[in-house]
C-alpha cells in the first residue's frame, strides 16, 4: 500500500513560483511531482534561476509533460548544455495521471505548474495545480477581497 502524501508538501528551496495561477484560476487539487532533468539543468535550478510563468502540463501517451517551463542554460555548461525551453518530463504515479487526465477531459481543467522547489532529500519538484479559469468578474472579487483583508488588518493595527 502506498503511503499517503502529505496536505503540505516538503519545501526546502523554492526555485520558481507562479503568483499569477492563483489570480487566473481557481485551483481545485494540488500533486507534487518530480521533473526528470539532464545534469545542468539541475545546476542552473540550484542556482536559483528559472521561470514558470507562462508553463502549463498536459497528459500525452499516458505521461504528463511539463511545456514551455524556462531554465536558462548553465553558464559554466559546454557543449552538451541542454536546451532551455525543452518539454521536460514529470514523474507521478499512474493513479494520479489517470485521475488527472480525466479531470482535464471531463471537466475541462487545466493543468498549471504552481512552482518548482527542492525537497529535504535535494530532488527537483513541481507542485502542480488542476485548476479551473477565472472569469472577469471572479478576477475582480478576488481583488476586492484581497484589499479588504489588506484594510482590516491595517485598522486592526492602528486601533491596537
Not at 66 to 86: D, K, Q, T
Not at 124 to 149: C, F, I, P
Amino acid at each position: 500500500m502506498a503511503r499517503p502524501t502529505p496536505k503540505t508538501f516538503d519545501k526546502q528551496k523554492i526555485v520558481a513560483d507562479n503568483r499569477r495561477a492563483k489570480f487566473d484560476y481557481h485551483i481545485e487539487d494540488t500533486f507534487e511531482a518530480g521533473i526528470a532533468l539532464q545534469g545542468t539543468e539541475v545546476k542552473a535550478l540550484r542556482g536559483g534561476e528559472g521561470s514558470i510563468r507562462e508553463s502549463y502540463a498536459e497528459v500525452r501517451d499516458g505521461e504528463v509533460w511539463l511545456i514551455n517551463a524556462n531554465v536558462p542554460e548553465f553558464s559554466h555548461g559546454n557543449r552538451n548544455n541542454h536546451e532551455p525551453r525543452r518539454p521536460r518530463k514529470l514523474l507521478l504515479h499512474s493513479r494520479e495521471i489517470e485521475r488527472m487526465l480525466g479531470a482535464v477531459e471531463r471537466k475541462g481543467m487545466t493543468l498549471i505548474p504552481l512552482n518548482v522547489y527542492f525537497n529535504s532529500r535535494g530532488r527537483a519538484k513541481v507542485e502542480l495545480g488542476l485548476a479551473k479559469g477565472k472569469q472577469a468578474h471572479d478576477k475582480r472579487q478576488t481583488v476586492k477581497d484581497r484589499d479588504w483583508k489588506r484594510d482590516k488588518a491595517r485598522l486592526m493595527r492602528e486601533k491596537g
